[in-house]
């Protein structure tokens, strides 16, 4: 006879005390920051990369996809698992595996070899995002924990800032498998900083059993979905987008029905039932594909409309995250003294009004009056990031972590593909008016995030009053 499923373990945990909560911080953001970068350095580089690898443009974007796609199809596994091995131990394996995979890259000779290198690396990033929130609320005292939030979000909003950068500087300088060394001192010092600094899980599960068959179809069920809908955007052959959508819902019917009986879904549909929650990872997916509509396709609206070169159209477009630099820990800080739900209104309200403020901008328009455009968007997504963090990670039992941190982290990378998506379809319906009409359509997410919130704030203040 099985043993029933038991929490056991200290319910009152609150926090690290200082100074081991600041290397534990140390640790955590350093995993973190890198995992983000790598995911923007390869883009700048990819001409580069093509013509020495001897590839063509079409192939070479598996360099970037390959690398997004398993860190989707592993987010919620790593998730569940580290919440019954420990959040602290699937951390150190994701920087062992993350920084592995960077020498591979580094070394790799040809493109096949970089494409695996590029899988491993993946890997590893998935294992350290997947449980980065999970850890943040063990390491910062819960009173405490918007500002940690905050934090966490500067750094995300940082490795955007600097990835671009970063990979034009070193190709000025150096050959491209040096985008990859850099990684390697600073994997060493996170992992032997985490090793002496982060908790181990204060509450488990006794007789809690990890499902291989939920991983497996999960990861199926991610990257069919994500593949197909790639396909579509791409104006791939009909019968293949077609012969992608049957597999992945034969492979999502089998998901669910496996879902439905576990104490411990691995998309967590007992967490999703909780309407705060539901409505808070809605309202990121949407506004981080309002997000990335932006980031992609103001480049080309830059270049082609404006005629600015790749350098300043990259210093315009590091105005957007360099922005939420500030703003996110301030809206961190804000949080103990406003309602989360208002603070993420607040911020989508003045997203949208900046995707509508660059979709209309008049061409002749010169380097600042694109700037304070560019300004306004960072603001608001600032200001809804962390608060809409918080409210996720805050709407779930301590032993649900796991969970919370892995959706979070999928709604973000689900957002962000599908905004990118987005863009190659209007470019595709409206030619060289595509990134104008993506801008547009980035304001209309951005106003079914408002109604998210607002539904949210609504059904919170309901639950309070009953």
Known sequence: MTEPNRIVGDRNWDGLQKPRLYVAMAALLCGLFFSVMDGTVCNVALPTLARELGVGASDSIWIVNSFQLVIVMLLLPFAALG?????????????VLFTLGSMLCALAGGFRLLVTARVVQGVGAAMVMSINTSLLKLIYPKRHLGKGIGL?????ALGLVVGPAFTGAVLSVASWPWLFVVNLPFGVIAFLLARKSLPENPTKVVGRRYDFRAAALNALTFGLLIGSFE?????????????GMVLCVGVMTLYVKRLLWSDFPMLPIDLLRRPIFSLSILTSIVSFAAQMVA??????LLSHNFGYDAAQTGLLMSCYPVVILFVAPLAGCLIGRFSPEI??????????????????????????????RFGVCGVGFGFFQSPNNHLIINSVP????????????????????????FVALAFHLFGDE?????????????????????????SSRRSSRS
């Open 434 to 458: 595509g990134p104008v009409a993506a801008l547009y359509l980035g304001g209309v997410l951005s106003m079914a995030g408002m109604i998210s919130t607002f539904l949210r704030y609504y």
């Open 152 to 156: 966490n979000a500067t750094v995300v």
């Open 295 to 300: 980031l992609v396709g103001m480049p080309f």
């Open 231 to 243: 396909a579509f955007t791409h104006r791939a052959d009909g019968w293949a987008v077609v012969l």
């Open 83 to 95: 919440e019954m091995i420990g959040y602290r131990r699937i951390y150190l394996w994701g920087i």
């Open 343 to 372: 603070l993420g209104c607040f911020g989508l309200l003045v997203l949208c009004v900046g995707s509508f403020l660059l979709a209309s901008m008049p061409t002749g328009s010169g380097f600042w009056e694109i700037v304070w």
């Open 398 to 421: 301590p032993h649900r972590a796991g969970s919370a941190s892995g959706m979070m982290a999928t709604a973000r990378l689900v957002g962000q593909t599908t905004g990118a998506a």
